[in-house]
């Protein structure tokens, strides 16, 4: 299919031309990815009635781009307070905060920022000049596939574990019991409900999020005066530009990491109902495997944070795809986005991008100028938003623990789940005080329930027959590619322990 570039040219300056609804949509959604328990999803949905009376152009392009901004908002209170402002970004807490902690909050969030900016603009791009192509690879993405790439994520727990091989196992095991939680996939038979309506769908994610990081290390902070270790606080009183300018170097410097990683966010969002989580966790355990330091990763090292937060925004444009293409939406923001296009009489699908190119491709090219229009829009902020490490736990802890718990209602509107949020704090605190990974557990109730889905999909397919999982070529090539991510780990290790003995 070849461009018409007249007409790329002109979406172009359209779309610069709407900067009075892509800036305010940007700021707006920085806003509700930093507070947990807000996404792009139910955010848009307490919008429809003014999306919905707005010409379409218009309500796809503010949609568009409040879900690119959320995606990168998600990332700064990871980083600042060890707390996801979405599910995307749990992975970056890993190395995010221990950053923060060493006083390096701000070159954290600017390679957030730059990591987030950088992914998004190059999934976007490439998603407007291969729209065709990326629609075919959402065909051959099936349950057999999914399985494998689900297993990627989950060999993160194994990752964790290397620590202390014991307490992350168990840590992990425990999170994917909770995710087990609810009616089962096959005769929707109710599992360990405990009688609570609540619960029939499984553990909800945001409560188990906001209890398990937010109110937990608000719990375990309470006993120090801030966040920041000596030496960190030393380096965090003197901000300066030239941290930000560390920031984009260290940046600059892994643009490679930066763009594989945005293309595995790519990839799973182009898959339906796969989604940020997965995408994150999976580049977050990739990265790791084939870093020359792998040591090193909860440490507090950039690439712990660059890897998560560029897949996490590559899965924006990614999870457009199927909706614009064929009519299937690809995650909750995109499915609020079909009711939009649906009430406005858009008929989705291969037609659109013949009969309303203008649409069509808009939507994707307003991506684009959104993540241009974030450099001097959300970069600056990063020297101010550091100082919020230096504020006292004593004021800190209570505003994330009543903040946070009043985010956990918001999703479904339950009473119910602000209850849950605060088992959840209890069991996290516990977990840290004892020694144990709550990203572990958290890894468990997210990606164990979705695991579960598609493998017992796979299996009803092929009446029970278990070599369904090693039935597709591509379905193969990712299991050769699991096994050499679990085995280099290994053969490196014992690569250096020959060289240090010779």
């Not at 949509?25 to 429809?48: D, K, M, Q, S």
């Not at 009430?343 to 993540?371: H, K, T």
Request: aromatic letters at 10%; charged letters at 10%; hydrophobic letters at 55%.
């Amino acid at each position: 299919m070849g461009w018409d570039f007249n007409l790329l040219y002109n979406l172009i300056s359209t779309a610069f031309g709407w900067w009075y609804i892509i800036i305010p949509a940007v700021i707006l959604g920085t806003l509700v990815g930093a507070v947990p328990g807000f996404n792009a999803a139910n955010t848009l949905i307490l919008l429809l009635p003014l999306t919905l009376s707005m010409k379409i152009e218009l309500a796809m392009v503010f949609m568009a781009s409040l879900y690119c901004a959320t995606q990168l908002g998600g990332g700064i209170p990871a980083i600042l307070v060890n707390i996801p402002g979405t599910g995307g970004a749990a992975a970056t807490t890993l190395d995010g905060y221990m950053m923060a902690k060493n006083g390096k909050a701000q070159q954290a969030l600017v390679c957030c920022f730059a990591s987030s900016v950088l992914g998004g603009l190059i999934t976007s791009i490439v998603v407007v000049l291969a729209m065709p192509y990326l629609v075919q690879m959402s065909f051959y993405i099936r349950s057999v596939e999914m399985v494998v790439v689900m297993l990627f994520g989950l060999t993160l727990i194994a990752v964790i574990a290397a620590q202390d091989m014991l307490k992350g196992l168990i840590a992990g095991f425990f999170g994917l019991l909770i995710g087990a939680i609810g009616a089962d996939q096959i005769y929707s038979t109710p599992r360990a409900t405990f009688g609570f309506l609540e619960l029939y769908e499984g553990v909800p994610l945001v409560p188990a999020l906001i209890g398990l990081f937010a109110i937990s290390e608000a719990l375990a902070m309470i006993d120090k005066p801030t966040i920041l270790t000596e030496e960190g606080k030393a380096r965090a009183v003197t901000v300066r530009w030239a941290d930000t300018i560390e920031g984009l170097v260290i940046s600059a410097r892994h643009w490679w990491l930066i763009t594989w990683t945005a293309f595995v966010g790519l990839i799973i969002g182009i898959i339906p109902g796969a989604g940020a989580s997965i995408a994150a966790f999976v580049a977050y355990q990739q990265t790791r495997t084939f870093s020359k330091h792998p040591e090193l990763f909860g440490t507090g090292i950039p690439e712990g944070v660059l890897a998560p937060e560029s897949s996490n925004n590559g899965v924006t444009s990614g999870s457009l795809v199927p909706l614009m293409a064929i009519g299937v939406p690809g995650g909750s923001t995109a499915a609020v986005m079909m009711v939009v296009l649906q009430y406005q009489g858009i008929v989705l699908g291969p037609r659109l991008f013949i009969q309303n190119p203008e649409l069509a491709y808009g939507v994707f090219i307003s991506m684009v100028v959104a993540y241009i229009f974030m450099i001097p829009t959300i970069l600056p902020l990063a020297r101010y938003l550091s100082r919020v490490t230096l504020i006292p736990t004593q004021y800190l802890a209570p505003l994330i623990i009543g903040f946070t718990t009043v985010g956990s209602f918001a999703p479904r509107e339950y009473i119910f789940d602000m209850g849950l949020a605060l088992v959840f704090g209890i069991i996290g605190y516990i977990a840290r005080r004892t020694g144990y990974h709550v990203t572990a557990i958290l890894i468990g109730i997210i990606l164990g329930p979705i695991f579960e889905r598609y493998l017992m999909r796979a299996l009803r397919i092929s009446q029970g027959d278990i070599s369904v999982l090693f039935s597709s070529t591509i379905g193969n090539v990712l299991w050769v590619l699991l096994v050499l991510s679990l085995l280099l780990p290994y053969l490196r290790q014992r690569r250096m322990r020959k060289t240090t003995a010779g």
